[in-house]
T-cell receptor
Framework: DGGITQSPKYLFRKEGQNVTLSCEQN?????MYWYRQDPGQGLRLIYY???????QKGDIAEGYSVSREKKESFPLTVTSAQKNPTAFYLC?????????????FGPGTRLTVL | GQQLNQSPQSMFIQEGEDVSMNCTSS?????WLWYKQDPGEGPVLLIA?????ELTSNGRLTAQFGITRKDSFLNISASIPSDVGIYFC?????????????FGTGTRLKVLA
């Protein structure tokens, strides 16, 4: 089955630690995105990548970093510089091109800072 | 970042009732998407709309792409308990060389049996 997987489902971080959230897709999608979701708010874009070895900052990139070494993978690192990292993180992907405008999401990772 | 105006924020309805929610924006979009999200899960795509004026159905769900390309609505007919969840709209446009998606703040639906 094709889809987007995220791991872990739940993640706990101590103050001052960096943590990495995994996102893998086998949909052969070109573009991948990371969003942050907080209660009562819409999704906010952290980083996105259209092709391998290239990525751009979204609206709230401070305190986060990403890499895109493979088409299938787009891991997100939440660094100690992110002052309020407790949130639900969603990875998404879509094909590029005018005919492929549907974006699909993974199941999410809930990060809690202890 | 920009967010879409989605209303209502929440609603309680009786099982069997019809539900309507909408999204509006000051920007024009190429595509409107509607998602449902269950607690602790990722959003699931329900309906995608590609042309102004388009009306599309998926079972008991019907959505329309507004003529002005700045709004969309979603209707759920004959609601059932499993319709409970948060419904999000998203508008997609091409800007700065890439496709970007703007999301509504969600409509929380609760169905009373």
């Amino acid at each position: 089955d094709g889809g987007i997987t995220q791991s872990p489902k739940y993640l706990f971080r101590k103050e001052g630690q960096n943590v990495t959230l995994s996102c893998e897709q086998n949909l052969n999608h070109d573009a991948m995105y990371w969003y942050r979701q907080d209660p009562g708010q819409g999704l906010r874009l952290i980083y996105y990548s259209q092709i391998v070895n290239d990525f751009q900052k979204g609206d709230i990139a401070e305190g986060y970093s990403v890499s895109r070494e493979k088409k299938e993978s787009f891991p997100l690192t939440v660094t100690s510089a992110q002052k309020n990292p407790t949130a639900f993180y969603l990875c998404a992907s879509n094909k590029q091109g005018r005919a492929y405008n549907e974006q699909f999401f993974g199941p999410g990772t809930r990060l809690t800072v202890l | 970042g920009q967010q879409l105006n989605q209303s209502p924020q929440s609603m309680f309805i009786q099982e069997g009732e019809d539900v309507s929610m909408n999204c509006t924006s000051s920007s024009i979009f190429n595509t409107w998407l509607w998602y449902k999200q269950d607690p602790g899960e990722g959003p699931v795509l329900l309906i995608a709309l590609y042309k102004a004026g388009e009306l599309t159905s998926n079972g008991r769900l019907t959505a329309q792409f507004g003529i002005t390309r700045k709004d969309s609505f979603l209707n759920i007919s004959a609601s059932i308990p499993s319709d409970v969840g948060i419904y999000f709209c998203a508008g997609q446009h091409f800007t700065s060389g890439t496709y970007k998606y703007i999301f509504g703040t969600g409509t929380r639906l609760k169905v009373l049996a």
